[in-house]
Structure formats: C-alpha cells, structure tokens
C-alpha cells in the first residue's frame, strides 16, 4: 500500500472513530430512538468503510486494489478509529460520566443474580461472579474491551469486505 493510501486510511480513521463514539453514546441511552440509531450505526459501519476504501481505491490507486492491498488499508482505517475512540471513551468513562459504570455494573450483578442456580450448575460461585464483575468495570478494562471489539469487528469487516474493494486492473 502506498503511502497516499495510509495517509486517506488514517484521515477517514478519525471520521469511523467518530462512528464508533456516536454508537457508544447512543448504546447508553435506554430510549427507543437511541437504540435504533445504534442499529443504524451498525449497519452504516461496514458500508461507510467499504466506501471509502473503494474512494481510496479510485482516487489513490490507480482503481486497482489486491485483496492484500484492501485488508491492509482495512487495518489502518479501523485501528486508528478503534484507538481513537477508546481513547475518547476512557476519558468519559473516568472523568466525565463516571456513574455509567456503575449502572452497567448493577445491571450485570442484577443479571447474574437471576441465573444464580445456572451458574451454580456450571461450578460458578456467586464470589467468583462478584470478583470478576468489580475487576471488569473499571474505566481501563472498559476500555481496552472496547479496543477488542473494535478490531474483532474490523478484523470481519475487513476480511468480507476486502471482496467488494478488490479490483485488478
């Protein structure tokens, strides 16, 4: 990949991250409008990234891009919006809605309450549950969660969406 290609992916890197933020801020609403903007969102992801490898495809590339030359610019594109948005979503996660966790983390032990005989079937004690919930929501494992599933996502993303942005000459 060029560097044309890796500068496009890191620029439109900014605008998916503001994506990723925008469906983050959307899945903590409980509204119904909220949650079908989330689903909007999800749905817009791939398309808005296929779009714009196929832009970086036409206007950078020569309208030539290998299957290689796609998932690389894939990689770009998603992991600078992935870390970007964690970023974003730690600070607001430590400083400016530090309740959200909480209410997650409340909600979860709710959960978890409701499948005490499940879980005890499993070998799972409710101590074990409780470690584990206090570890998992702190505004760094929030976060760096957040980071996996961006690239989990991406990594799919990338791997089909690479078929459609491919093109030889």
Known sequence: MNKDCFK???YFGLMMAGLF???FMLSTQDNGIFILGTAILQLATPIVAIALAIDCRKTINNNSFTYGQSMQYFWWLFSSASLVATAII?????WINTTLLINLQNRAFEVFSDMGDSLTNLG????????????GFSPKIFAI?????????SLIISLIGSFFVRKKK
């Open 8 to 10: 496009h992916a890191l």
């Open 90 to 94: 730690f600070a607001y996660t430590k």
């Open 145 to 153: 969660s957040n980071f996996f599933s961006y690239m989990l996502t």
């Open 21 to 23: 933020v925008l469906h």
């Open 124 to 135: 799972i004690t409710q101590q074990q549950v409780e470690v584990s919930l206090n570890n």
